[in-house]
């Protein structure tokens, strides 16, 4: 972010992140990276399993880029909103099912191509996949 904070008394990252978009304040590098995801036909986010969760880096670069105003606003949050169906529902993407390599640091060479082979094979028809439904279970009792 660029410029004054729209409340120096309260420190709110998200709030800042919001009106520093709204006045085109993001440092250079968040809106080069916006660019790119505007501009692209596809998004894959490859990275091993941490925790149940992406990479710190990874989790860095959406709460940076992703941010309000530009992949995301929140009109009916509270009742009906976005984040019913996920943070990657919720900013626009369709997501795809997973592909999963498990523990290739432990495979064999052999494995190790079979795990890279299969993925070459599948993004050759990867714009044919439907996206999956990101909404658990629970929502449908709604």
Excluded at 103 to 114: K, Y
Aim: aromatic content about 16%; some cysteine.
């Amino acid at each position: 972010m660029r410029g004054t904070l729209s409340n120096p008394e309260t420190f709110s990252y998200g709030v800042e992140v919001y009106e520093a978009y709204k006045k085109a304040a993001l440092s250079s590098d968040i809106v080069q990276e916006q660019k790119k995801v505007q501009e692209a036909d596809l998004v894959i986010f490859q990275f091993p399993l941490y925790w149940f969760s992406v990479p710190a880096i990874l989790k860095g670069w959406m709460d940076r880029v992703l941010c309000q105003g530009f992949a995301f606003d929140l009109p009916g949050f509270y009742d009906d909103g976005f984040l019913k169906h996920g943070a990657l529902h919720f900013c626009g993407f369709k997501v795809l099912a997973p592909q999963i390599s498990f523990a290739p640091e432990f495979a064999s060479e052999e494995e190790r191509r079979g795990m890279v082979a299969s993925w070459a094979e599948r993004l050759k028809t990867i714009w044919k996949e439907e996206p999956i439904d990101c909404r658990p279970p629970w929502y449908f009792g709604q």
